[in-house]
């Protein structure tokens, strides 16, 4: 019964790891007095019975680090050596029950041949972090739409990743391209943009829209990426060569225009500073795959504060946002699940939006495309994972260029 309630991730312990972190910088001289508890069953019972609220309930977690040998006793600072304790405790309190490995951890393995099947996302896991933020509240409010509803989705297939492992054979036997980029630690995003294109031609006016889930819930926090998609459209040369070349899109009528829909595929992260910084002093060079996969600006992704924001209900909305796009997909093809379009011949319509997007003099960049490299040699990768385990990255994703497929092989 134990083990259940531990990996039950619907087990609310009403705290984060996040909030703990935050008391412990903002410590004041004593705490309240708690004999340490005997286990983590005992911390997440009492927590979850509510017997302790509050900063006693922060303080209970502390004692328990500390009376566990996690945390100084005097000082109540992280002893040397117990990050990965502690990360596992986090991922516990946070209810964050996705095991994984560290690139590092990854290297030291002797590894059979990698069997994972080419034309989906392939991923190399390092290391997650989270922190919580505090936002105020925008007043978007999303309105009517004029387009097939699609809401009250119950799931649509969408391209998963994954696990690919060194030596990474089958990208050195591969006839095919392969893309690399930077695994994120955020919440996936389908947005659907409905677009009506008059007779008249363009530009084209947004009938509405909507982000889901990748099994089809509705997200309502998300109002500012909404906006940004609105002048996307109403401004972007780009978005309006997408709508014209793909009659696939076509999803309905309205007067005397026609109804498209473009499908945007991408996560969607809250940024904080960097907590933790990289252990080398040599940045790579933006010419190498492990320098241009991701520009350094200091950031990392806020977990527990993006899955706690992107899943409260209206009116409230994430202060800041960001939505990643990692593709770009006419609607006929994302409904299907399957067709002949390669991803290169997508990634280019990514790159063409991250070029416009840069030259606008736009300070919130909310909407980023995220860099695709094209592995030209395997031995690329090294670079790309030492950069992924130096700085905690998420991971890695290795994309071949071949039909897409959504769905995990």
Request: hydrophobic content about 35%.
């Amino acid at each position: 019964m134990a083990d259940d309630r531990i990996y039950d991730p619907n087990h609310r312990v009403h705290l984060s790891l996040g909030a703990v972190q935050t008391r412990l910088n903002n410590l004041p001289s004593r705490i309240t007095s708690f004999a340490p508890p005997a286990s983590i069953m005992e911390v997440l019972t009492r927590l979850s019975n509510k017997e302790v609220t509050g900063h006693d309930a922060k303080d209970l977690v502390i004692r328990f680090l500390a009376g566990h040998g996690i945390l100084d006793q005097e000082s109540y600072e992280l002893k040397e050596g117990k990050e990965a304790e502690l990360e596992l405790f986090g991922r516990l309190l946070d209810r964050n029950l996705i095991a994984g490995f560290g690139a590092r951890t990854l290297s030291m393995v002797e590894w059979k041949s990698d069997t994972t099947k080419a034309g989906e996302p392939a991923t190399i896991d390092t290391k997650p972090t989270s922190t919580p933020e505090n936002h105020s509240t925008p007043t978007f409010t999303q309105g009517q739409t004029l387009s097939p509803s699609s809401r009250n989705l119950k799931s649509f297939p969408v391209a998963l990743g994954k696990s690919i492992e060194p030596p990474f054979t089958e990208i050195a036997e591969s006839s095919c391209k392969w893309y690399a980029s930077r695994k994120l630690d955020g919440v996936r995003v389908i947005a659907f943009l409905d677009i009506l294109i008059s007779d008249d031609g363009f530009p084209p006016t947004v009938c509405d829209v909507n982000f889901f889930s990748r099994t089809g819930k509705p997200f309502t926090s998300l109002g500012k990426v909404h906006d940004q998609f609105i002048h996307l459209v109403n401004h972007c040369a780009v978005m309006w060569g997408m709508l014209e070349r793909h009659d696939g899109n076509i999803i309905g009528q309205h007067g005397e225009g026609l109804i498209k829909r473009l499908v945007f595929d991408g996560e969607v992260c809250v940024m904080r500073e960097k907590t933790v910084l990289g252990s080398s002093e040599k940045k790579p060079d933006e010419g190498t795959g492990a320098g241009a996969i991701w520009s350094d600006d200091n950031l990392e992704e806020d977990f527990t504060s993006t899955v706690s924001e992107i899943r409260r209900m209206p009116p409230y909305q994430i202060s800041h946002p960001v939505y990643y796009i990692f593709d770009i997909l006419p609607y006929d093809l994302f409904a299907a699940g399957k067709g002949p379009s390669k991803f290169s011949e997508r990634v280019q319509d990514i790159r063409d939006l991250g070029d416009w997007l840069a030259a606008q003099e736009n300070e919130q960049e909310i909407l980023r495309p995220l860099a695709q490299w094209e592995i030209r040699d395997p031995s690329e990768i090294d670079g790309m994972v030492a950069r992924a385990a130096d700085e905690g990255w998420e991971g890695l994703v290795l994309r071949a260029d071949k039909p897409y497929k959504g769905s995990r092989s």
